[in-house]
Structures are given as structure tokens and as C-alpha cells.
């Protein structure tokens, strides 16, 4: 699309939201011209914040993925809440069935379950707490069980079993990943850029793989990733997570050089979300997302316990 009919429909987006009484809710992932016209743009952990205090709106248009928008779903269960496209579904949330979390669960009956927001509300009814990749560590090291079953990110687990030594974490699904964060690889692309930019903080997220993780200056969520980076003194970072944080942190930090840590690394269900469809759901106010009651009672539980338990 042209930028003048780029501009044209954030116009048109923008003051359909107003009439409205809309909010626009997008995550790092998306493509920059939806985060251009975002009321809040960040990581799971402010989006489920900003979601908990939809205040008066009527109206919540999700753009990130299906999980994302459950979430804010299952916070404001008297408002409606669209996401854009049906198909923006994260292949890691489907990664944990309720029946590998429930035969886990049989399996260790002691064990605290602890869910990252990336699964779907059916599990996360099973679940006493829910974690982002933020605040996972923290909130795992509050808990008074030792033994913690962790899904379905198998490298947030090992990052999390790193920091909180005394608990043991057990990764349910064993092989639950991101296909965008394991792309990286062990790191190759990006020590190849630290050695052409020497002074670059490697600032990697969570989902790395540990190989990768463990090469990192920092280990950080996207929100985690933007706020070191317009902290640190470096002038040049090179930034393991998915390329549209990296278009944010262009934007929105000039004066610093941001490199991706492998060319092009995309989420494809992020990307469904595009401003034509964004202004479709918008106008028709769908496709809507709603949790049945049923499930929706119990996995708001372990959310605004998460919430209530990270700082
Ligand atoms: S980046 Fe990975 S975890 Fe995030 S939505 Fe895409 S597939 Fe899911």
C-alpha cells in the first residue's frame, strides 16, 4: 500500500475508534503501521494490564493473536473484544492439548501449574497461576510448591528453572517452542554481529533457545528488550526477538542502531493482522472472541492472580 493510503486508513481507523468508543490494543509483533495508531502497544504483561483496566470502553479490538485476545476476553467479560483476523492463532499456545496438561498434572499431583499466557483459556482453567515471559521467574519464585510443571515453552522453562534454582520445572508439553525464537538458532547470525559491532548489547528474549540465551548480555521480554534499550549507554544492539520490536525500537529510539539478530524473522500469525482487516473488524465489530462462561470463570483465575503477584 502507498503511504498516502497507508495514512488515509489509520484516518479512517482512527475516527471510526472514537465514534465508537473504542480501544486499540497491539502487541510488539505488529506490522509498524498498526503500531503507528495503537492506544497501548506492548508486551503480554501490559497488554493484560491495560486490558484489566478497559475502564468505559465498548469496544476492544485486539491486534495480536488468539490467546492475547481471550486474555482481554476473559478480564472484561461484559465487553466485547474483536481480533481482526480468525486465522492469527499462536502455533505455540496449541502446542498444550488439555489432555497433556491434565495427564501431567495426574502425574505430578504435588506440583504447582504454572501456564504462560501463550495458551489457550482451556488450559489456562487448569491452571493456579499465569505467567508472561516478564515475570515468569519472579512469580515462579513466590510459589511455595517445590516442583513446578511449566507449559508449553520448553526454553522460558530452562530460563526460568536458571533463575530460580530451588524449584524444580518441569516443561509440559517436553518440546513446547516458538517456531519464530528458535529460528535464531544457537546464536550464529548474531556473534557474527557482535564481532562486526563489539560494543552491541545482545539483548535476547526468553524463547530463545538456552544456546542462545546464554550468549546475551540480557535475557528480556519485548517490554523488557524496549525499556534496556532506551536506558543503556550502547549506542548499537543487536535484538533476538521477533522483527517488529525492532521497527519499534527504530521509531521510537532514533540516535541508536538496532540490528536483528537474524535477517527478517517474522511471526506469521502475527502478521494476519493487517489496517484493512483491523478496520473491517472495527467497523462490523468481528469476528468477536468470547471464552464460554464455564472456562472463562476458571482461567480468569490463575490471570488476575498473575496480576496481583508480579511487581
Ligand atoms: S512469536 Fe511465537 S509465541 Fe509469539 S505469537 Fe508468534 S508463534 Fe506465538
Known amino acids: 500500500m502507498r503511504r498516502a493510503d497507508v495514512s488515509e486508513l489509520q484516518r479512517k481507523i482512527t475516527e471510526l475508534k472514537e465514534e465508537k468508543n473504542a480501544v486499540l490494543l497491539v502487541h510488539n509483533y505488529q ?54 483476523s480468525k486465522t492469527a492463532r499462536c502455533p505455540m499456545a496449541a502446542m498444550l492439548p488439555l489432555r497433556v496438561l491434565k495427564s501431567a498434572k495426574e502425574e505430578h499431583p504435588d506440583a504447582a501449574v504454572v501456564l504462560y ?25 513466590q510459589l511455595d510448591e517445590e516442583t513446578v510443571l511449566f507449559g508449553p515453552d520448553k526454553n522460558l522453562a530452562w530460563y526460568a528453572s536458571q533463575r530460580v534454582p530451588d524449584k524444580t520445572v518441569i516443561p509440559v508439553p517436553e518440546h513446547g517452542h516458538c517456531n519464530v525464537h528458535v529460528l535464531f538458532g544457537v546464536g550464529e547470525e548474531a556473534m557474527r554481529l557482535k564481532e562486526e559491532h563489539p560494543d552491541a548489547e545482545l539483548l535476547v528474549h526468553p524463547e530463545c533457545n538456552p544456546e542462545f540465551q546464554m550468549k546475551a548480555d540480557y535475557v528480556l521480554s519485548t517490554g523488557g528488550i524496549y525499556r534496556r534499550s532506551k536506558e543503556s549507554d550502547a549506542k548499537v544492539f543487536i535484538i533476538g526477538t521477533e522483527v517488529g520490536l525492532v521497527d519499534r525500537l527504530r521509531r521510537e529510539i532514533p540516535g541508536k542502531t538496532f540490528l536483528p539478530a537474524l535477517d527478517y524473522n517474522e511471526c506469521s500469525a502475527m502478521k494476519r493482522i493487517t489496517l484493512e482487516n483491523t478496520y473491517q473488524a472495527l467497523l462490523e465489530e468481528a469476528p468477536v472472541v468470547k471464552v464460554p462462561e464455564d472456562i472463562a470463570a476458571r482461567a480468569r483465575v490463575p490471570i488476575e492472580r498473575m496480576l496481583e503477584m508480579s511487581g
Open 31 to 84: 506490522v509498524a503501521e498498526i503500531q503507528e495508531i495503537a492506544d497501548y502497544l506492548g508486551d503480554s504483561l501490559g497488554l493484560s494490564r491495560r486490558a484489566q483496566d478497559a475502564g468505559d470502553t465498548d469496544l476492544i479490538v485486539f491486534c495480536g493473536v488468539d490467546f492475547m485476545a481471550e486474555t482481554a476476553s476473559l478480564l472484561n467479560p461484559d465487553k466485547k473484544v474483536v481480533l481482526p
Open 117 to 141: 499466557v501463550n495458551t489457550l483459556a482451556e488450559a489456562k482453567a487448569e491452571a493456579d497461576v499465569c505467567t508472561t515471559s516478564a515475570n515468569t521467574a519472579e512469580i515462579i519464585s
